[in-house]
């Protein structure tokens, strides 16, 4: 019964501990190691996925990287550049079955676009991948630019400095 006691004590003065500690677990992490010294990034992201639900979740997440940039005092410099099956998600005229199964994620997509562009960054559709998977340049999202290549785009943004995010 003592060693019961001992055990209620201790975890009474850990969780006390705990609460009154001035830094909670949100506070302490941070990207401060990875920072030092850096006011600005350039960065290219490759984006080739095979499900909408998938590029609604890292486009939702590229949106946070951005932002913790920004909150952390460095000044974001990102271009996305989107290849493959992705650029059916990125149609302001889907298919209509790819409409109807993903409407919530396509909505995601539309809407993590707009964010981005509000935010400067640059997103790129390569005329490749609209050619191979039908989809009309003309309905590619307004925020975002068709190249002509998405690989020799990737080859200039990383030329011109940008590290490459592959995204996988």
């Known amino acids: 019964m003592k060693f019961i006691n ?3 004590v201790f975890a009474v003065l850990f969780m006390g501990f705990w609460v009154a500690s ?3 677990a949100e506070e302490a992490i ?3 190691a990875a920072l030092i010294g850096v006011e600005a990034t350039k960065s290219v992201f490759l984006i080739d996925f095979t499900n909408p639900k998938k590029t609604a979740f890292y486009m939702d997440i590229i949106r946070g990287t951005h932002d913790g940039l920004v909150r952390q005092g460095v000044t974001p410099n ?3 550049v989107f290849i493959g099956q992705t650029v059916k998600y990125l149609s302001t005229e889907p298919e209509e079955l790819l409409a109807m199964e993903y409407e919530e994620e396509l ?3 539309a809407e993590s676009a707009k964010a981005l562009k509000a ?3 640059r997103m790129e559709v390569c005329a490749v991948a609209t050619k191979v998977f039908e989809v009309e340049n003309s309905t590619v ?3 975002m630019d068709v190249v002509g290549d998405g690989f020799i785009s990737l080859i200039g943004w990383q030329t011109q400095g940008h590290k ?4 996988f």
């Open 78 to 80: 990102m271009v996305l």
């Open 141 to 143: 999202l307004p925020e």
């Open 164 to 167: 490459l995010v592959p995204i």
């Open 6 to 8: 001992r055990i209620g």
């Open 107 to 109: 909505k995601s997509i």
């Open 30 to 32: 941070n990207d401060a």
């Open 22 to 24: 001035p830094l909670s």
């Open 119 to 121: 935010n400067g960054v």
